[in-house]
């Protein structure tokens, strides 16, 4: 539909007699805007017979009005106004129009240019019938007819009715087109907000990369495009290694920086391989598309190798991976592959971390194994299940007594007699470890009112210091059971110290400032500084029993010991050696200088009754613990 830049209110008429279209002029004279004189003609006489006296003067109705006498100027005239935006709302033609086309199909062809335009056919024969030129014109609504000779007050009637109406469908159309046009545009908008909408809707707000909704369209998409190309689908699933204790002790901003660095490096890392998504936290997906999985997985893990540096900080970026690949026989689910990838990144943890390992069916069979030893060791935790052993710590001289270390032990009903290095670690990794560490805690406090005058050492794990109340809840248990603080020392292993936080800091000092003294357990095993040692003012280095086993078998093993010894005095440690099995082994460490030492060579770890009878025994001559 053509829309007028103007309404302007023109008249087209058409007819090949001039004394008719003079006829016209004056009959619709007045109707002009402004209103044009009317002017002597030798056509009067015609007018008059045509249509009898003129009526009275009306006010300007039209704006225009042009004549033809040829039905092709017609239809010119038509296409010239309807391109210069003022389209003529009424045409008056006459039937027949020699030597050109008649007005019907001048009618039918201006139809084709302009739909809305009013036309009226003039004839004064009856050689066409309405129905016929109806069917020729189409639209009805918007086709007349006058017969000649025709009233003047007919003609000034219908062409003021015509044009009003135009005028006034004219601008109804321009409403409506301006109304149209702000639906359009707010459906623009609204179809721009839910492409944002979907947009936000699969991605990661912190780093932009895929959420768990868009991991799932791509990977269709992706398992699509593998099928026609013959690559395999392969997931990847890693997570930081250690990234709590980044946002413990620096911060959650800080945290969110490295985040959005791993983002980026993992990006650029699997470039048109595949893609990227965030899982939360410190968990991501990479979908690879690629038949060759080990160039990407390569240049995944040399994306940790540079640490990540901003202002003061220098953060070490580690993760380990876990992937799973399609089989060969079917295609495997995206639910089933995140499945598989995240029993490999679990045992990739287990091996060591910041390293990658593939899925196999095995590895089901150990994570099962895993996790329902897990609940396993969650319910022997809740039903008293576990028990304590305790194991002499002597003085240099072998024979005496001066403190005992609770070991705890933990006797399955299936697979016998589980090591505390495999099941500590399974704590770990499963959330126990607070349960667990809180059960040794609150059993050995209570063996130890057996023997006040001995110093019972207690293995704590830095992950229980995770509890803001920690240190409250030791002082309180120590006071409800009668313990003395300065009879209880803690061991806190030097692999664990990584984790040290301002929380951490905090709490071993309200412990020992109480009284509570702390060992560094296995020095010489982990990467524990001197301001390690400074920081946490240890009263005693425990050596690891590696450097211990290898006074016998390495030539120089016994200057690392009286390294460590020397060190240990310098800072006013007590020194134990642990692991001391022979002779030998005794007298070295003896002449090195240590204060205490362990080991199967004295006593091997027994039950807290047996541990009795052996203090029973020592009693007369045992001396204060040092």
């Known amino acids: 539909m053509t829309i007028p830049t103007q309404e302007k209110r023109r008249i087209l008429i058409c007819d090949d007699e001039a004394g008719i279209l003079d006829a016209y002029r004056r009959i619709f004279s007045d109707l002009l805007a402004p209103a044009a004189e009317a002017t002597a003609s030798d056509y009067d006489a015609l007018a008059a017979d045509l249509f009898g006296d003129a009526p009275a003067a009306a006010v300007g109705v039209i704006d225009e009005i042009v004549t033809c006498r040829q039905g092709e100027e017609a239809v010119e005239a038509v296409r010239a106004a309807k391109a210069a935006g003022q389209p003529f709302g009424v045409v008056f033609l006459d ?29 004064g024969y009856s050689d066409h019938r309405p129905a016929e ?22 003609v000034r009637q219908m062409a003021t009715t015509l044009v009003n109406r135009w005028t006034s469908d004219s601008r109804i159309a321009t409403e409506l087109a301006a109304q149209v046009e702000a639906l359009e545009e ?12 979907h947009q936000a809707a699969r991605r990661d707000p912190l780093t932009n990369l895929l959420n768990r909704t868009g991991l799932q369209e791509q990977f269709d998409s992706a398992r699509i495009r593998a099928t026609a190309t013959g690559a395999r689908i392969a997931l990847l699933y890693l997570d930081l290694d250690r990234f709590k204790w980044v946002n413990d002790t620096h911060g959650h901003g800080i945290g969110d920086l490295l985040i959005c660095e791993v983002a980026r490096r993992l990006s650029a890392a699997v470039l048109d ?13 990479v979908v690879c598309e690629t038949i060759r999985l080990e160039p990407v997985l390569d240049r995944v893990l040399a994306a ?12 070490p970026v580690h993760f380990s991976i876990g992937y799973s690949r399609d089989s060969d026989e079917a295609e495997t689910d995206l639910p089933e592959l995140m499945r598989q990838a995240d029993v490999a990144l679990y045992v990739a943890k287990d091996a060591g971390r910041g390293i990658a390992r593939s ?11 895993d996790q329902a030893m897990a609940r396993d060791l969650k319910v022997a935790i809740e039903t008293n299940g576990l028990s304590l052993n305790y194991q002499p710590l002597m003085c240099i001289d072998g024979k005496t007594v001066t403190g005992v270390e609770a070991l705890l032990r933990w006797e399955h009903g299936d697979h016998g007699l589980v090591s505390p290095e495999v099941f500590v670690p399974m704590a770990e990794k499963n959330g126990l470890m607070g349960e667990l560490g809180d059960w040794v805690l609150r059993n050995a406090l209570t ?7 001995v110093t019972t050492s207690i293995n704590l794990s830095v992950l229980q210091f995770a509890k803001p109340d920690f240190a409250e809840t030791v002082l309180t248990l120590t006071r409800e059971m009668g313990v003395s603080p300065d009879k209880i020392e803690f061991e806190i292993t030097e692999t664990a110290m990584t984790n040290d936080t301002a929380l951490f800091l905090a709490q071993v000092e309200i412990l020992r400032l109480a009284g509570f003294r702390f060992a560094l357990d296995d020095f010489g095993s982990g990467y524990a500084s001197i301001g390690y040692l400074s920081r946490l003012n240890f009263h005693k280095l425990k050596i690891d029993r590696s450097f211990v086993s290898a006074l016998t078998t390495k030539p120089d093993a016994d200057k690392m010991i009286r390294s460590i010894v020397s060190l240990g005095l310098a800072m006013g440690l007590t020194i134990t050696a642990e692991g001391v099995e022979d002779v030998i ?9 240590c204060d205490q030492l362990q080991g199967f060579l004295f006593h091997r770890p027994c039950s807290r009754s047996e541990l009795e009878k052996i203090l029973s025994r020592a009693r007369p001559g045992r001396q204060n613990a040092a």
């Open 95 to 123: 039937v027949r129009m020699p030597p050109g086309i008649d007005g019907v199909e001048a009618a039918r062809q201006i139809r084709a240019i302009e739909p809305v335009i009013n036309i009226v056919i003039v004839t």
């Open 133 to 154: 030129i109806a069917g020729m014109v189409g639209t009805l609504d918007r086709l007349f007819y006058l017969v000649k000779p025709f009233d003047a007050d007919e």
């Open 186 to 197: 707010l459906n623009k908008a609204l179809r721009a907000s839910e492409a944002s909408a």
């Open 273 to 285: 391989d595949g893609f990227v998504a965030r899982l939360g936290g410190d968990e991501f997906a």
């Open 304 to 315: 940790a190798q540079a640490p990540f540096v901003t202002g003061a900080h220098h953060l």
């Open 359 to 369: 899925f196999d069916p095995y590895l089901d069979q150990m994570f099962l194994h």
């Open 447 to 453: 063996d130890a009112r057996a023997w006040p005058d």
């Open 585 to 593: 082994q005794h007298d070295i460490l003896k002449a090195a200088g």
